[in-house]
């Protein structure tokens, strides 16, 4: 298998793909965790994880935005600012093939809903065939709409939300268009996590430029932090925003 199929992924060769879903001992990546209905089956996840994302990075490579799933230690990084709050509303923007999801709702109340936007119907399909808890709801609808979504469930409030999106293809109107109709809805004690790629490069047009998503986050959230999570590759900033300022982006 070549290096360029582990890019963005946390299976090196020290940690190697393992598809024994009987096995649940430590060197298991935690992907197995947390409501898999195909815990019976062989060679689901995380081999089908892997393959299936390929397969869609292949085909969509600018929205998929990785060539591979994020590492649990970057899931784990990225669920972490929530954890303590025991959230109860979670919106998740580009669960992928789910190592965010399965995560969230390891930390999620037994009458947690955890909203997942997703737009690939390569990805939707693989989450609803392999993450079977009444707490998660799959939208198939882009994270744009996530506000409307809630609003059509009644939803006033949200704990967190967790975004994979590539944020480095989007511009800061794009941006806005996706977090700006969820500020009024965070919770006083609610995160929003996002993360970046350590190297902070992205396209303009033709050429590269350096670009800082926390600088763009600055603009909707009172405090912004990141932190390394080597573990991933490449590594990745984990970027967690507190305090939605209300009023949108001043
Ligand atoms: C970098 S991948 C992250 C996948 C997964 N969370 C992980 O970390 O392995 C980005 C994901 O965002 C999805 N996506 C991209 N644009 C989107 C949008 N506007 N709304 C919802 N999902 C989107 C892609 O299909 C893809 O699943």
């Known amino acids: 298998m070549g290096v360029g199929l582990f890019l963005g992924t946390g299976w090196s060769p020290r940690h190697p793909i393992v598809v024994d ?123 744009e709409t996530a506000a409307a979504e809630l609003d059509r469930r ?3 409030t949200v704990n967190g939300v967790v975004s994979s999106l590539g944020i480095g293809f989007l511009d800061e109107a794009a941006v806005g268009a996706i977090f700006q109709p969820l500020l009024p809805r965070f919770s006083e004690e609610g995160t929003l996590t996002q993360f970046q790629y350590v190297h902070r490069i992205r396209m303009a047009g033709r050429r590269l430029e350096y670009f800082d998503a926390g600088d763009m986050l600055r603009r909707y959230f009172e405090s912004v932090e990141s932190n390394c999570v080597w573990r991933n590759l490449p590594p990745a900033n984990v970027i967690t925003c507190r305090g939605a300022r209300n009023g949108g982006a001043p």
């Open 21 to 143: 879903t009987q096995r649940r001992g430590s060197d298991v990546p935690r992907a197995y965790d947390g409501g898999i209905r195909a815990l019976g089956a062989p060679c689901r996840p995380p081999l089908m994880s892997l393959v299936t994302f390929t397969r869609n990075a292949v085909s969509n490579f600018k929205s998929t935005a990785a060539v591979a799933p994020s590492s649990r230690h970057l899931a784990h990084a990225m669920v972490e600012p929530l954890r303590r709050q025991g959230p109860r509303v979670v919106v998740e923007f580009g669960p992928g093939t789910g190592v965010m999801t399965r995560r969230l709702l390891r930390v999620m109340p037994p009458d947690g809903v955890l909203l997942a936007f997703e737009i690939s119907p390569l990805f939707v399909d693989y989450l609803r065939t392999n993450i079977d808890d009444k707490r998660l709801h799959i939208v198939a609808a882009r994270a």
């Open 154 to 156: 009644g939803i006033d």
